[in-house]
């Protein structure tokens, strides 16, 4: 991320200064103390300190997310826990806000009963690097440049294929984002960005294709960086590369053209070691549309270059 990114949020810390002073007091007789609070020692102090969102961008980032009545949204450095509130208040969506500091714990709990959703939100005090994090199907950020690329191994690891995360001016370095947009502040023009978590199809994977001309059993390979994917499909003894590959969560697409002009688009959901979908050819005797079943190989099982 670039410094003029990490300048910007200096510059906000510098306007909430006697705010900031406070919280610096409080986090540190917490962390001298490992005083107890909530039922969990705080031991350190917080990664970073407290900048609230401004309200029309964290209704931007839950557009950018989707986020509907049957999401979990979690929020990740929840500050004053307005990120989740709006989710339940406006969507109906449940939400868990994390926070390690205790103060923006007690605040969130404060605000969310104000609101009466409390039925619908909670609130934990607790390392957004050791919380459990499994059960969101939205995640939501407004973090610090290297504290979001930390913690880019434990949402591939943790999150479903196609769990929507959400970041507030920081991107994920390498990980590149799904969409980008800007939103006017009162100060500045803040950026939001978004990714879908990717499933994992990095491998080799025998394609069985039930065509009435007869069954065709195909050899696939896919290459992955995070939700960019490239290959090839082994087609009458040939390899041939593949186009148009897209993974969106579990939902991955690709094209093949053979020798022959034959034109193959496949288009799958992934589920563990298996794939299934459609695929419509174009061209020659296959020319129609087939389902498609797909088993990866015992050897690249285990195979997960993006995480």
Known sequence: MTDEFTKRRSEEYAMLKPRKLQVLGICLVLAVGGVWVGGYAQTRTPDVQYVPTPHNVVAEMLRLAG?????????????????????????????????????????????????????????????????????????????????????????????????RVVSHTFDMGEWRPDQTVRVKGPSREHSVYSWVIPANVEGVWRVNVPARTGARQYLLRLQQQYQDVRGTMRVDGQDTPLTNATLTGDHLRFTVTTGDQVTMSFDGRVKDQAMRGSMEAQGGAMTGRYDWTSQRQAASADSATQR
């Open 67 to 163: 986020v509907t009545k049957d999401d979990v949204v979690y929020d990740l450095g929840c500050g004053d826990g307005r990120l989740v509130i709006t989710a339940a208040e406006r969507f109906g969506a449940r939400g868990v806000g994390i926070d390690i500091d205790p103060q923006r714990i007690r605040e969130s709990r404060a605000n969310a009963r104000k609101a009466g959703v409390t039925d619908r939100v909670q609130f934990r005090q607790q390392d957004l690097f050791e919380a459990d994090i499994r059960d969101a199907t939205v995640v939501t950020l407004y973090l610090l440049p290297r504290l979001n690329v930390q913690l880019r191994p434990k949402l591939l690891r943790d999150l479903q294929p196609g769990t």
